[in-house]
C-alpha cells in the first residue's frame, strides 16, 4: 500500500542552525516524490520533486532533499534556517498510473531566535 | 497569489445545510484536485478532474459531489452537513497529471455548527 510517514511532529531549531526533516515513504512503483511547505492560513506551496535522475535535488527557498532508495527516505535539508521558515512541511508520494498523491501528517518547524 | 482561486475563503452554516466551494484553477491547468484538511485525518485527497472528466477518486463521502466545468472551474458541493465535516478544503491544480506537482489554493475553511 501507498504511505507516507513524517515521524516528527514539530521540531524546533536555532535560527542560523541547520536543519533536516524526515520522510519515509512506500510505494509500489517509482515514486514520484514532494515537499511541500505550508505557513499559517495559507495553502500548501511545492518546494521540490524528485522522478529520476540525480538523488539531491535543489528547490526553492534554499532547500534540498535527497532520495535514498535503499531506505525509502526523501529527507529534506537546508543548511542555515531562517525565522522565517517556520511553518508546516509535508512530504508526498505520488505516481504515473493514477496513482492518487498521498501526504504525510506533516512536520511542523519551530525557529528560534 | 498561487494563481488558484477558491472562494468562498471563510464559511459557517449549519447543520443538514448543502454548500458548495469554488475553485478557478492556475491558468493553463486542466486538472483540478480536492482535498480535505482536518486536524485528525490531515490531508485528505478527495477527488481529481482533468478537462472536465472525473480522473480519479479518494476518500469522497456520498454526500459530497464535484464537478469541472468547460472554462475548468471546478465546484465541490457538500450536503447533509455534520459536525465532523468542519474542516479546510483545499482546491489543487496542474498541468496535466499528478506527477507536475500542484498549485494549492489558500483554502476554504468550512465550519458546521
Known amino acids: 500500500a501507498q504511505s507516507v510517514t513524517q515521524p516528527d511532529i514539530h521540531i524546533t531549531v536555532s535560527e542560523g542552525a541547520s536543519l533536516e526533516l524526515r520522510c519515509n515513504y512506500s510505494?509500489?512503483?517509482?515514486?514520484?516524490l514532494f515537499w511541500y511547505v505550508q505557513s499559517p492560513g495559507q495553502g500548501l506551496q511545492l518546494l521540490l520533486k524528485?522522478?529520476?535522475?540525480?538523488?539531491l535535488v535543489q528547490g526553492i527557498k534554499g532547500f534540498e532533499a535527497e532520495f535514498k532508495r535503499s531506505q525509502s527516505s526523501f529527507n529534506l535539508r537546508k543548511p542555515s534556517v531562517h525565522w522565517s521558515d517556520a511553518a508546516e512541511y509535508f512530504c508526498?508520494?505520488?505516481?504515473?498510473?493514477?496513482?492518487?498523491?498521498?501526504f504525510g501528517a506533516g512536520t511542523r518547524l519551530f525557529v528560534k531566535a | 497569489d498561487s494563481g488558484v482561486t477558491q472562494t468562498p475563503k471563510h464559511l459557517i452554516t449549519a447543520t443538514g445545510q448543502r454548500v458548495t466551494l469554488r475553485c478557478s484553477p492556475r491558468?493553463?491547468?486542466?486538472?483540478v484536485y480536492w482535498y480535505q484538511q482536518s486536524l485528525d485525518q490531515g490531508l485528505q485527497f478527495l477527488i481529481q478532474?482533468?478537462?472536465?472528466?472525473?480522473?480519479a477518486k479518494g476518500n469522497i463521502l456520498e454526500r459530497f459531489s464535484a464537478q469541472q466545468f468547460p472554462d475548468l472551474h471546478s465546484e465541490l458541493n457538500l450536503s447533509s452537513l455534520e459536525l465532523g465535516d468542519s474542516a479546510l478544503y483545499f482546491c489543487?491544480?496542474?498541468?496535466?497529471?499528478?506527477?507536475?506537482?500542484?498549485?494549492f489554493g489558500s483554502g476554504t475553511r468550512l465550519t458546521v455548527v
Open positions: 489543487a491544480s496542474s498541468v496535466g497529471g499528478q506527477t507536475d506537482g500542484y498549485t
Open positions: 510505494y509500489g512503483a517509482t515514486p514520484y
Open positions: 524528485y522522478f529520476s535522475g540525480d538523488t
Open positions: 508526498a508520494v505520488g505516481g504515473a498510473g493514477g496513482f492518487k498523491t498521498i
Open positions: 491558468s493553463g491547468d486542466l486538472s
Open positions: 478532474y482533468y478537462n472536465g472528466e472525473e480522473r
